[in-house]
Structure formats: structure tokens, C-alpha cells
């Protein structure tokens, strides 16, 4: 999938292919929502490539993640009411039940399950299964370029939501 504006359009796509029965309608719509705001965010300001990903946890929720080329944490930012953007963490404080940020190198990426709450020393565990109920990953980036991407700086920001 192209890195640009229509990638918030094709995670939601993404996302409801992938969608479980388990999981209710509102958290259906919050989900829409956060996985916009993940993938607008990664393509703004992360850059390719971009991975989404989506699992079902059962009564733990659904955990939304999308991995972007940047090591850069996400920024609270001040916006006023007229503001066009920067509602994106606060969002994610609101909507979801937790949420964090991990960085790493791609070539690293085997300790993905261990996640850490932006300014928390806690380390929550995530055993979601994959392959039952809602589940996938996908690439929402475009070409490579001849780079070595496992040698890039990357970052996963994930949020749990819950019924």
C-alpha cells in the first residue's frame, strides 16, 4: 500500500477483513479511529516502512499496532479547539485501556510482545493468539529502494482496547 493518504482508508479496510465477532460494534468504531490516527501519525511523521497489525486477546480486548521507520516516541501535543491535528496520544489515552511505544531495530523485532507504557517502568505481557478471531499484519508502505530496512530504527505504537 502506498505511503500516503489513502493509507488511512486502506488500515480501516485492513482492519475489518480482519475483524472478530468476539469483539462489540463500539469497539469496532474506536478501533476504526485509533487505527486511522496510528497510520496517519507513521505516515507523517515515521516514513516507511509500515506495518499494521491487529489480534484478538478475547476477554483482554483487541490490540491494534502499527510499526513505522522512526525511533521517534510519539508527542503530547497542547491543540486548541480549532486545531486541524495533534489529538492523536490524547485519543489514545481516551479510547483505549493502555497503550505504549516500543523501539527497536527491525533486525531485533523477536521481543516485539514486550511492551512498555511511555513513561512507566511496568512491562505488560500481550499472548494474544493469532489466528483465531481477529487477527492479521499487513504492509502499508511502499518501495524499499535497495535499503536494508533490518538495519533501520524502528518503533511500534500499540493500544489495547476493551469492552
Same mark, same amino acid.
Given at each position: 500500500m502506498?505511503v500516503d493518504?489513502s493509507?488511512g482508508r486502506l488500515?480501516?479496510?485492513?482492519l475489518?477483513e %480482519?475483524? !472478530?465477532?468476539?469483539h462489540e460494534?463500539?469497539?469496532?468504531?474506536?478501533?476504526h479511529l485509533?487505527i486511522?490516527?496510528l497510520?496517519? =501519525?507513521?505516515? %507523517?511523521y +515515521? +516514513?516507511?516502512?509500515?506495518?499494521?497489525? #491487529? =489480534? !484478538?486477546?478475547?476477554?483482554?480486548?483487541? #490490540?491494534?499496532?502499527?510499526t $513505522?521507520?522512526?525511533? *521517534?516516541l510519539?508527542?503530547?501535543?497542547?491543540?486548541?479547539?480549532?486545531? #486541524?491535528?495533534? @489529538?492523536?496520544?490524547r485519543?489514545?489515552?481516551?479510547l483505549?485501556a493502555?497503550?505504549g511505544?516500543?523501539?527497536?531495530?527491525?533486525? $531485533?523485532?523477536d521481543?516485539? $510482545?514486550?511492551?512498555?507504557?511511555?513513561g512507566?517502568?511496568q512491562?505488560? @505481557? *500481550?499472548g494474544? *493468539?493469532?489466528?483465531a478471531? !481477529?487477527?492479521?499484519?499487513g504492509?502499508?508502505?511502499?518501495? $524499499? *529502494?535497495?535499503?536494508?530496512t533490518?538495519?533501520?530504527?524502528?518503533?511500534?505504537?500499540? !493500544? @489495547?482496547?476493551? %469492552?
Open positions: 502506498p493518504v493509507s488500515a480501516r479496510r485492513f475489518e %480482519r475483524w !472478530c465477532t468476539t460494534s463500539a469497539q469496532r468504531a474506536q478501533a485509533l486511522t490516527e497510520v496517519s =501519525n507513521a505516515v %507523517r +515515521g +516514513g516507511p516502512p509500515i506495518e499494521v497489525e #491487529l =489480534n !484478538c486477546v478475547e476477554e483482554a480486548g483487541v #490490540l491494534l499496532s502499527v $513505522d521507520g522512526s525511533p *521517534h510519539p508527542v503530547v501535543q497542547e491543540v486548541g479547539p480549532s486545531g #486541524l491535528g495533534g @489529538r492523536g496520544v485519543l489514545m489515552e481516551v483505549s493502555e497503550w511505544v516500543q523501539r527497536y531495530h527491525r533486525s $531485533d523485532r521481543d516485539r $510482545d514486550d511492551r512498555v507504557h511511555p512507566s517502568t512491562r505488560r @505481557r *500481550h494474544g *493468539h493469532r489466528g478471531g !481477529c487477527s492479521g499484519q504492509d502499508v508502505d511502499g518501495p $524499499d *529502494h535497495g535499503v536494508d533490518d538495519a533501520m530504527p524502528a518503533k511500534t505504537v500499540w !493500544c @489495547r482496547l476493551t %469492552r
